[in-house]
Protein backbone atom coordinates (compact mmCIF):
# COMPACT_ATOMS: atom_id res chain seq x y z
CA UNK A 1 0.00 0.00 0.00
CA UNK A 2 1.01 3.35 -0.55
CA UNK A 3 0.90 6.10 2.19
CA UNK A 4 -0.33 9.29 1.68
CA UNK A 5 -1.09 11.26 4.97
CA UNK A 6 -3.30 13.73 5.64
CA UNK A 7 -3.32 16.71 9.00
CA UNK A 8 -5.78 18.91 9.52
CA UNK A 9 -5.78 22.21 12.39
CA UNK A 10 -5.14 25.98 12.05
CA UNK A 11 -1.57 26.06 13.47
CA UNK A 12 0.49 25.48 10.39
CA UNK A 13 3.52 24.75 12.62
CA UNK A 14 2.22 21.63 14.89
CA UNK A 15 0.21 20.38 11.76
CA UNK A 16 3.10 20.03 9.32
CA UNK A 17 4.99 18.56 12.13
CA UNK A 18 1.85 15.97 12.77
CA UNK A 19 1.81 15.03 8.87
CA UNK A 20 6.11 14.28 8.95
CA UNK A 21 5.64 12.23 11.90
CA UNK A 22 2.48 10.62 10.51
CA UNK A 23 4.66 10.21 7.09
CA UNK A 24 7.61 8.79 9.47
CA UNK A 25 9.71 11.69 9.72
CA UNK A 26 12.06 13.62 7.84
CA UNK A 27 14.77 11.52 8.99
CA UNK A 28 13.46 8.77 6.38
CA UNK A 29 14.57 10.52 3.74
CA UNK A 30 17.35 13.66 5.14
CA UNK A 31 20.74 11.62 6.67
CA UNK A 32 23.82 13.26 8.43
CA UNK A 33 25.85 15.47 5.91
CA UNK A 34 22.65 15.57 3.38
CA UNK A 35 22.65 18.92 0.94
CA UNK A 36 18.77 19.44 1.18
CA UNK A 37 16.72 21.34 -1.46
CA UNK A 38 13.00 22.73 -0.32
CA UNK A 39 11.51 23.41 -3.10
CA UNK A 40 7.91 25.76 -2.36
CA UNK A 41 5.81 26.87 -4.78
CA UNK A 42 6.09 30.99 -4.24
CA UNK A 43 4.89 32.22 -7.85
CA UNK A 44 4.29 35.75 -8.03
CA UNK A 45 5.44 36.38 -4.50
CA UNK A 46 1.81 37.42 -3.77
CA UNK A 47 0.36 37.69 -0.08
CA UNK A 48 0.25 34.61 2.41
CA UNK A 49 -3.93 34.97 2.36
CA UNK A 50 -4.50 35.05 -1.28
CA UNK A 51 -3.26 31.15 -0.76
CA UNK A 52 -1.22 30.97 -3.80
CA UNK A 53 1.87 30.36 -1.88
CA UNK A 54 3.34 27.92 0.73
CA UNK A 55 3.13 29.46 4.35
CA UNK A 56 6.35 30.44 5.39
CA UNK A 57 5.67 28.31 8.91
CA UNK A 58 5.32 24.70 6.74
CA UNK A 59 8.98 25.64 5.17
CA UNK A 60 10.71 26.71 8.62
CA UNK A 61 9.34 23.48 10.12
CA UNK A 62 10.70 21.79 7.31
CA UNK A 63 13.82 23.93 7.51
CA UNK A 64 14.31 22.77 11.47
CA UNK A 65 13.46 19.13 10.90
CA UNK A 66 16.17 18.39 8.12
CA UNK A 67 18.43 20.27 10.43
CA UNK A 68 17.70 18.17 13.44
CA UNK A 69 17.83 15.23 11.05
CA UNK A 70 21.82 16.22 10.34
CA UNK A 71 21.41 17.92 6.60
CA UNK A 72 25.05 20.39 6.39
CA UNK A 73 23.03 22.67 4.16
CA UNK A 74 19.16 23.48 3.44
CA UNK A 75 18.49 25.15 0.30
CA UNK A 76 15.32 27.31 -0.42
CA UNK A 77 14.70 27.94 -4.40
CA UNK A 78 12.61 28.99 -6.66
CA UNK A 79 12.59 30.45 -9.91
CA UNK A 80 10.72 33.76 -9.56
CA UNK A 81 7.75 34.86 -11.66
CA UNK A 82 7.87 38.31 -9.84
CA UNK A 83 9.91 40.98 -11.13
CA UNK A 84 11.10 42.77 -7.68
CA UNK A 85 11.00 40.69 -3.77
CA UNK A 86 7.48 41.26 -2.74
CA UNK A 87 6.87 41.36 1.18
CA UNK A 88 6.37 37.69 0.91
CA UNK A 89 9.60 36.88 -0.42
CA UNK A 90 11.43 39.35 2.16
CA UNK A 91 9.65 37.36 4.71
CA UNK A 92 11.32 34.06 2.88
CA UNK A 93 15.08 35.59 2.77
CA UNK A 94 14.25 36.37 6.82
CA UNK A 95 13.19 32.97 7.21
CA UNK A 96 16.26 31.44 5.45
CA UNK A 97 18.90 33.88 7.57
CA UNK A 98 17.34 32.90 10.83
CA UNK A 99 16.95 29.58 10.30
CA UNK A 100 20.35 29.16 8.75
CA UNK A 101 19.48 27.65 5.74
CA UNK A 102 19.92 29.83 1.51
CA UNK A 103 17.04 31.80 -0.20
CA UNK A 104 18.14 31.31 -3.67
CA UNK A 105 16.08 32.98 -6.65
CA UNK A 106 17.30 29.74 -9.38
CA UNK A 107 16.58 32.32 -12.68
CA UNK A 108 20.72 33.57 -11.09
CA UNK A 109 22.55 29.73 -11.02
CA UNK A 110 23.22 27.59 -14.28
CA UNK A 111 20.64 24.84 -15.41
CA UNK A 112 21.66 21.82 -16.37
CA UNK A 113 20.32 18.98 -19.33
CA UNK A 114 18.61 16.33 -18.24
CA UNK A 115 17.90 12.68 -19.78
CA UNK A 116 14.45 11.60 -19.19
CA UNK A 117 13.93 7.83 -19.74
CA UNK A 118 11.10 6.78 -21.32
CA UNK A 119 9.76 10.32 -21.88
CA UNK A 120 5.92 11.81 -21.49
CA UNK A 121 7.42 14.07 -24.56
CA UNK A 122 10.60 15.82 -24.11
CA UNK A 123 13.73 13.12 -24.16
CA UNK A 124 15.76 16.10 -22.79
CA UNK A 125 14.36 18.93 -20.70
CA UNK A 126 17.07 21.38 -17.90
CA UNK A 127 16.57 22.04 -14.21
CA UNK A 128 18.52 24.04 -11.79
CA UNK A 129 21.80 22.45 -11.26
CA UNK A 130 21.42 23.56 -7.64
CA UNK A 131 18.67 20.91 -7.46
CA UNK A 132 20.31 18.26 -9.43
CA UNK A 133 23.71 18.68 -6.99
CA UNK A 134 21.42 18.13 -3.92
CA UNK A 135 21.15 14.94 -2.11
CA UNK A 136 17.78 15.17 -0.76
CA UNK A 137 14.53 17.13 -2.59
CA UNK A 138 11.91 18.34 -0.64
CA UNK A 139 8.71 19.62 -3.08
CA UNK A 140 6.73 21.62 -1.10
CA UNK A 141 3.36 22.83 -3.45
CA UNK A 142 -0.05 24.40 -2.76
CA UNK A 143 -2.87 22.99 -2.85
CA UNK A 144 -4.51 24.96 -5.80
CA UNK A 145 -6.77 24.51 -9.08
CA UNK A 146 -4.70 25.82 -11.99
CA UNK A 147 -6.50 27.47 -15.71
CA UNK A 148 -4.54 24.49 -17.94
CA UNK A 149 -3.49 21.12 -16.13
CA UNK A 150 -6.61 21.33 -13.35
CA UNK A 151 -4.61 21.09 -10.39
CA UNK A 152 -1.10 22.52 -9.27
CA UNK A 153 0.69 20.43 -7.20
CA UNK A 154 4.21 18.41 -6.79
CA UNK A 155 4.34 17.99 -10.16
CA UNK A 156 3.07 21.60 -11.23
CA UNK A 157 5.86 22.58 -8.76
CA UNK A 158 8.71 21.82 -11.00
CA UNK A 159 7.42 24.31 -13.36
CA UNK A 160 9.45 26.33 -10.62
CA UNK A 161 12.97 24.71 -11.11
CA UNK A 162 13.27 25.26 -15.11
CA UNK A 163 14.63 28.41 -16.69
CA UNK A 164 12.38 31.46 -17.65
CA UNK A 165 13.04 30.50 -21.12
CA UNK A 166 11.82 27.09 -20.93
CA UNK A 167 9.02 27.83 -19.05
CA UNK A 168 7.61 30.36 -22.13
CA UNK A 169 9.08 27.56 -24.72
CA UNK A 170 6.01 24.95 -22.87
CA UNK A 171 3.82 27.35 -22.62
CA UNK A 172 4.34 28.26 -26.56
CA UNK A 173 4.25 25.39 -28.05
CA UNK A 174 1.11 24.15 -25.71
CA UNK A 175 3.34 20.92 -23.85
CA UNK A 176 2.83 21.94 -19.96
CA UNK A 177 1.23 18.79 -19.07
CA UNK A 178 3.80 16.90 -21.37
CA UNK A 179 6.67 19.09 -19.17
CA UNK A 180 5.71 18.75 -15.95
CA UNK A 181 5.67 14.83 -16.26
CA UNK A 182 9.53 14.64 -17.90
CA UNK A 183 10.63 17.30 -15.43
CA UNK A 184 9.61 14.98 -12.50
CA UNK A 185 11.18 12.16 -14.01
CA UNK A 186 14.04 13.83 -14.25
CA UNK A 187 14.78 14.62 -10.81
CA UNK A 188 11.66 12.76 -8.54
CA UNK A 189 10.68 14.51 -4.41
CA UNK A 190 12.12 12.11 -2.32
CA UNK A 191 8.97 13.64 0.19
CA UNK A 192 6.46 15.80 -1.56
CA UNK A 193 4.44 18.23 1.55
CA UNK A 194 1.16 19.98 0.44
CA UNK A 195 0.34 23.54 1.92
CA UNK A 196 -3.03 23.36 2.43
CA UNK A 197 -3.83 25.98 4.62
CA UNK A 198 -5.60 27.82 1.46
CA UNK A 199 -6.79 26.54 -2.00
CA UNK A 200 -7.54 29.02 -4.38
CA UNK A 201 -7.36 29.14 -8.61
CA UNK A 202 -4.39 30.03 -9.76
CA UNK A 203 -4.26 32.68 -12.52
CA UNK A 204 -0.85 34.85 -11.66
CA UNK A 205 -0.75 37.81 -10.30
CA UNK A 206 -3.68 39.76 -9.79
CA UNK A 207 -4.66 42.48 -7.51
CA UNK A 208 -5.76 41.05 -3.48
CA UNK A 209 -9.73 41.94 -3.97
CA UNK A 210 -10.06 39.49 -7.19
CA UNK A 211 -9.30 36.60 -5.02
CA UNK A 212 -12.70 35.44 -4.75
CA UNK A 213 -11.58 31.79 -5.03
CA UNK A 214 -9.60 31.31 -1.79
CA UNK A 215 -10.77 29.50 0.95
CA UNK A 216 -9.33 28.60 4.34
CA UNK A 217 -8.97 24.60 4.45
CA UNK A 218 -5.98 24.17 7.16
CA UNK A 219 -4.57 20.97 5.49
CA UNK A 220 -1.00 19.59 4.77
CA UNK A 221 -0.96 16.49 2.77
CA UNK A 222 2.15 14.55 3.18
CA UNK A 223 3.38 11.56 1.11
CA UNK A 224 6.42 10.02 -1.15
CA UNK A 225 4.46 9.05 -4.38
CA UNK A 226 2.95 11.85 -6.14
CA UNK A 227 0.34 10.87 -8.36
CA UNK A 228 -1.30 9.62 -5.20
CA UNK A 229 -0.82 12.46 -3.21
CA UNK A 230 -2.38 13.94 -6.17
CA UNK A 231 -5.06 11.93 -6.66
CA UNK A 232 -5.83 12.52 -2.84
CA UNK A 233 -5.42 16.35 -3.18
CA UNK A 234 -7.42 16.26 -6.16
CA UNK A 235 -10.53 14.65 -4.33
CA UNK A 236 -10.32 16.58 -1.75
CA UNK A 237 -10.84 19.74 -4.18
CA UNK A 238 -13.72 18.33 -5.46
CA UNK A 239 -11.84 17.66 -8.84
CA UNK A 240 -12.34 14.34 -10.59
CA UNK A 241 -7.92 12.61 -10.93
CA UNK A 242 -9.22 10.78 -13.69
CA UNK A 243 -9.67 14.22 -15.88
CA UNK A 244 -6.33 15.22 -15.43
CA UNK A 245 -4.20 14.43 -18.45
CA UNK A 246 -0.92 14.40 -16.70
CA UNK A 247 -1.37 12.31 -13.95
CA UNK A 248 -2.56 9.61 -16.14
CA UNK A 249 0.64 9.81 -18.02
CA UNK A 250 2.00 10.16 -14.96
CA UNK A 251 0.83 7.01 -13.23
CA UNK A 252 1.01 5.30 -17.04
CA UNK A 253 4.85 6.17 -16.84
CA UNK A 254 5.56 4.12 -13.24
CA UNK A 255 5.80 7.50 -10.90
CA UNK A 256 2.95 6.12 -8.43
CA UNK A 257 -0.81 5.13 -8.78
CA UNK A 258 -4.23 6.56 -8.61
CA UNK A 259 -5.89 3.39 -7.19
CA UNK A 260 -7.53 3.78 -4.29
CA UNK A 261 -7.28 0.45 -3.69
CA UNK A 262 -3.62 0.82 -3.09
CA UNK A 263 -3.53 4.03 -1.40
CA UNK A 264 -3.67 4.10 2.81
CA UNK A 265 -4.35 7.29 4.04
CA UNK A 266 -3.39 7.96 7.69
CA UNK A 267 -4.12 11.03 10.00
CA UNK A 268 -7.11 12.48 9.10
CA UNK A 269 -10.16 11.00 7.29
CA UNK A 270 -10.55 11.58 3.69
CA UNK A 271 -14.46 12.73 4.70
CA UNK A 272 -12.96 15.31 7.62
CA UNK A 273 -10.65 16.62 4.95
CA UNK A 274 -12.80 16.98 1.90
CA UNK A 275 -14.00 20.16 0.51
CA UNK A 276 -15.40 19.24 -2.95
CA UNK A 277 -15.63 23.31 -3.63
CA UNK A 278 -12.47 24.42 -5.26
CA UNK A 279 -13.06 26.84 -7.96
CA UNK A 280 -11.98 25.63 -11.21
CA UNK A 281 -11.27 27.53 -14.64
CA UNK A 282 -14.84 26.81 -15.52
CA UNK A 283 -16.56 28.00 -12.21
CA UNK A 284 -14.23 30.71 -12.32
CA UNK A 285 -15.48 31.79 -16.18
CA UNK A 286 -19.46 30.95 -15.48
CA UNK A 287 -19.24 33.16 -12.22
CA UNK A 288 -17.64 36.41 -13.50
CA UNK A 289 -18.47 36.33 -17.50
CA UNK A 290 -21.82 37.34 -19.03
CA UNK A 291 -21.56 36.30 -22.40
CA UNK A 292 -19.79 33.39 -22.31
CA UNK A 293 -20.68 30.11 -20.50
CA UNK A 294 -18.76 26.81 -20.41
CA UNK A 295 -20.49 23.39 -19.66
CA UNK A 296 -18.26 21.01 -18.88
CA UNK A 297 -19.87 17.35 -19.09
CA UNK A 298 -16.33 14.90 -17.72
CA UNK A 299 -14.22 16.69 -20.24
CA UNK A 300 -10.20 16.22 -19.60
CA UNK A 301 -7.99 18.70 -18.90
CA UNK A 302 -7.31 19.13 -22.97
CA UNK A 303 -10.62 20.33 -23.75
CA UNK A 304 -10.45 21.89 -20.33
CA UNK A 305 -7.71 24.67 -21.45
CA UNK A 306 -10.09 25.87 -24.21
CA UNK A 307 -12.38 28.37 -21.62
CA UNK A 308 -8.79 30.17 -21.11
CA UNK A 309 -8.40 30.42 -24.36
CA UNK A 310 -11.84 32.17 -24.92
CA UNK A 311 -11.11 34.17 -21.87
CA UNK A 312 -8.48 35.59 -23.91
CA UNK A 313 -11.12 36.96 -26.18
CA UNK A 314 -13.49 38.45 -23.54
CA UNK A 315 -12.82 42.18 -24.53
CA UNK A 316 -13.91 40.87 -28.46
CA UNK A 317 -16.57 39.07 -26.99
CA UNK A 318 -18.24 41.79 -24.54
CA UNK A 319 -18.10 44.53 -27.92
CA UNK A 320 -19.49 41.49 -30.27
CA UNK A 321 -22.12 39.65 -28.54
CA UNK A 322 -24.09 42.00 -26.20
CA UNK A 323 -27.46 40.40 -27.35
CA UNK A 324 -25.72 36.72 -27.78
CA UNK A 325 -23.99 34.42 -25.52
CA UNK A 326 -21.48 31.72 -27.05
CA UNK A 327 -22.46 28.04 -25.18
CA UNK A 328 -19.34 25.94 -25.21
CA UNK A 329 -19.65 22.80 -24.55
CA UNK A 330 -17.05 20.37 -23.61
CA UNK A 331 -16.76 16.70 -22.64
CA UNK A 332 -17.41 13.14 -23.32
CA UNK A 333 -20.83 12.55 -21.48
CA UNK A 334 -23.19 15.28 -23.41
CA UNK A 335 -26.58 15.50 -21.73
CA UNK A 336 -28.35 17.01 -24.85
CA UNK A 337 -32.05 17.56 -22.77
CA UNK A 338 -29.99 18.76 -19.81
CA UNK A 339 -28.17 20.88 -22.36
CA UNK A 340 -31.26 22.05 -23.84
CA UNK A 341 -32.95 23.12 -20.73
CA UNK A 342 -30.11 25.55 -19.85
CA UNK A 343 -30.83 27.51 -23.58
CA UNK A 344 -32.60 31.06 -24.00
CA UNK A 345 -32.55 31.00 -27.49
CA UNK A 346 -29.79 33.84 -28.06
CA UNK A 347 -26.83 31.18 -27.89
CA UNK A 348 -24.32 30.59 -30.30
CA UNK A 349 -23.55 26.72 -29.45
CA UNK A 350 -19.55 25.81 -29.86
CA UNK A 351 -18.98 22.13 -29.90
CA UNK A 352 -15.50 21.79 -28.60
CA UNK A 353 -12.93 18.60 -29.12
CA UNK A 354 -13.92 15.19 -30.55
CA UNK A 355 -15.52 13.32 -27.64
CA UNK A 356 -18.70 16.01 -28.52
CA UNK A 357 -18.68 15.04 -32.26
CA UNK A 358 -21.25 12.46 -31.77
CA UNK A 359 -23.81 15.48 -30.57
CA UNK A 360 -22.67 17.94 -32.82
CA UNK A 361 -23.43 15.16 -36.31
CA UNK A 362 -26.58 13.80 -34.44
CA UNK A 363 -28.31 15.55 -31.92
CA UNK A 364 -27.53 19.41 -31.52
CA UNK A 365 -27.51 21.82 -33.99
CA UNK A 366 -23.95 24.33 -33.54
CA UNK A 367 -20.53 24.74 -34.55
CA UNK A 368 -17.94 22.10 -33.96
CA UNK A 369 -14.00 22.10 -33.09
CA UNK A 370 -12.44 19.15 -34.03
CA UNK A 371 -9.06 18.13 -32.46
CA UNK A 372 -8.39 16.23 -29.12
CA UNK A 373 -7.20 18.32 -27.73
CA UNK A 374 -8.24 21.42 -30.02
CA UNK A 375 -6.69 23.83 -30.58
CA UNK A 376 -7.24 27.23 -29.00
CA UNK A 377 -6.51 28.88 -32.53
CA UNK A 378 -9.32 27.04 -34.22
CA UNK A 379 -11.66 27.64 -31.58
CA UNK A 380 -11.28 31.39 -32.00
CA UNK A 381 -11.65 31.42 -35.13
CA UNK A 382 -14.73 29.58 -35.03
CA UNK A 383 -15.84 31.83 -32.59
CA UNK A 384 -15.06 34.91 -34.86
CA UNK A 385 -16.63 33.10 -37.95
CA UNK A 386 -19.86 32.30 -35.84
CA UNK A 387 -19.94 36.39 -34.85
CA UNK A 388 -19.30 37.27 -37.86
CA UNK A 389 -16.15 39.47 -36.70
S1 LIG B 1 -11.89 15.60 -26.95
FE1 LIG B 1 -9.98 14.81 -26.15
S2 LIG B 1 -9.19 16.50 -24.98
FE2 LIG B 1 -11.38 16.87 -25.22
S3 LIG B 1 -12.40 15.95 -23.43
FE3 LIG B 1 -12.35 14.44 -25.08
S4 LIG B 1 -10.51 13.25 -24.62
FE4 LIG B 1 -10.30 15.18 -23.51
Not at 25 to 37: A, E, H, I
Not at 122 to 135: G, M, P, Q, T
Not at 162 to 174: A, Q
Not at 318 to 330: E, G, H, L, N, T
Request: neutral net charge; hydrophobic residues 40%; charged residues 25%.
Amino acid sequence: MVKVVIAKGENIKFRTKKSLEDIGGVNKVVGKGDKVFIKPNIVDGAPFITGEVVQLETIEVLVKESFNAGASEVLIGETPTYRKPTETIISYMRLAKETGAKFLELNNYPFTEVNVENPCFFNKVRLSSLLLESDVFINVPTLKTHLSCGVTLAIKNMYGLISPEDRILYHSINRVEEAIVDLYKARRADLIVVDGTYTTLHLGARPLEDFKETFRLNLTIAGFDPVAVETISAKILGVDPSSLRYLKWAEEDGLGTMDLNRIEILGVPFEEAYFGKAVDIVKYINNRMENLRIINFGACTGCLQMPTSIMRMSRILQSASKDKRIICVIGPKIKVDELKKSLRGNEIIILCGYCAAPTFYNELDGHFVPGCPPQPEDLQRKIREALKL
